[in-house]
């Protein structure tokens, strides 16, 4: 019997994704935010209660890093009480839960990948809020799988990419931190990589769903490593390297041509950003290829396939329909 899946986040970045590739392994639930709103528990306990899923696969999330500074009651209660009550209540049913963490666990002081083992120490309310979910999962005994992945993009939704070809159609120059080291990763690819392993875990069920020694924290970013000033720069380079006309990209520059912005590196100071951002959060990703065969490919040929027709055609096919 196919498994009932209940998905949050469907309009969001990853979850879009999801919501596309989840109905190939079962019956996807994905209720929007006004019938699933994770800052209401009583809510959250009845749509859980009735749909009675055996997967949960949370890719909602307060994900507004700077926003979270001055709303941290928010982001705490979407980021941490929202998980914790979906993953008691999974824990009463046997279900599993999926969720998304972030890099940002991180303070950003280390100079080579970050371990799922290494303390975290987060500097910032969206990093404090994310931890807190993350524990809050861990200690609700319920099966899990916890994603972190870093600096999330895809060719909708508010992110850098976006919002760099947007700036590029309104400056001449623009200025870029290039102090600040990590992996760009599109939500395409977490959510192939997500899906992946659940078709891998569902092949396998017999009595369970997910062996005790699976269930964890792993992370799940693309390879390699960049700053956001040379993230930048190879936006640029892509966009005027795509030829053919991408929906998308006309959209993001409001059909306006990309005139040869210059960009410039600056530094975290010279930013003056009043959200700290770590420095460095490099993940190491060996333990999500050694328990699952997954890797993702590295971050600049993430970003070539966004500008590539191949994978935007101009007629998609029609999206496989759930409710
Ligand atoms: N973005 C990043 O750079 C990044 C980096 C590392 C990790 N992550 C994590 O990855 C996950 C997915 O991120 P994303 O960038 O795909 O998210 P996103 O594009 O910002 O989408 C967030 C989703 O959460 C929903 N949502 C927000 N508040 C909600 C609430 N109170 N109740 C129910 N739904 C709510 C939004 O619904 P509406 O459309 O109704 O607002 C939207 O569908 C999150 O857990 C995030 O913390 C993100």
């Known amino acids: 019997m196919r498994p009932t899946i209940l998905l949050t986040g469907k309009t969001g970045q990853v979850g879009s994704e999801l ?6 392994l079962g019956e996807v639930l ?9 800052l209401d528990p009583a809510q959250i306990r009845r749509v859980m209660q009735q749909a009675k899923p055996q997967w949960i696969v949370n890719a909602a999330g307060y994900t507004a890093v700077d926003a979270a500074e001055s709303d941290q009651a928010n982001a705490l209660a ?14 009463k049913n046997g279900a599993a839960l999926v969720h998304f963490s972030t890099d940002y666990v991180f303070e950003g002081l280390k100079m080579v990948p970050y371990l799922e083992t290494d303390p975290t120490n987060p500097i910032n309310a969206y990093g404090r809020s994310k931890l807190a979910g993350e524990q809050a999962i861990r200690d609700s005994g319920a099966i899990h799988l916890i994603f972190r992945t870093s600096w999330l993009y895809a060719t909708h939704g508010r992110n850098f990419l976006l919002t760099v070809l947007r700036l590029a159609t309104e400056r001449q120059e623009l200025k870029i931190v290039d102090d600040q080291i990590g992996a760009p990763t599109c939500a395409a690819d977490v959510a192939a990589a997500t899906t992946t392993i659940l078709a891998a875990l569902m092949a396998g069920t017999k009595s369970q ?61 010279e930013f003056r950003s009043p959200t700290r951002r770590p420095a460095y959060s490099v993940l190491s990703n060996a333990c999500l290829k050694e328990a699952f065969g997954v890797t993702l490919p590295d971050w600049r040929t993430q970003l070539q396939r966004c500008f590539s027709p191949e994978r935007f055609p101009a007629n998609p096919p029609a999206a496989v329909s759930s409710r």
């Open 209 to 269: 769903l997910i062996s005790p020694d699976l269930s964890g924290t792993y992370h799940m970013t693309a390879a390699g490593q960049t700053t956001w000033y040379e993230f930048a720069s190879a936006i640029l380079d892509e966009a005027a390297r795509a030829t053919r006309n991408l929906p998308w990209l006309a959209s993001a520059t409001n059909g306006r041509p990309l005139p040869a912005a210059r960009v410039l590196p600056i530094s975290t100071e």
């Open 30 to 38: 994905a209720p929007g935010r006004k019938d699933l709103d994770l």
């Open 19 to 24: 919501h596309r590739l989840l109905p190939k």
């Open 78 to 91: 979407i980021n941490a009480e929202g998980p914790r009550l979906l993953a008691l209540e999974a824990k």
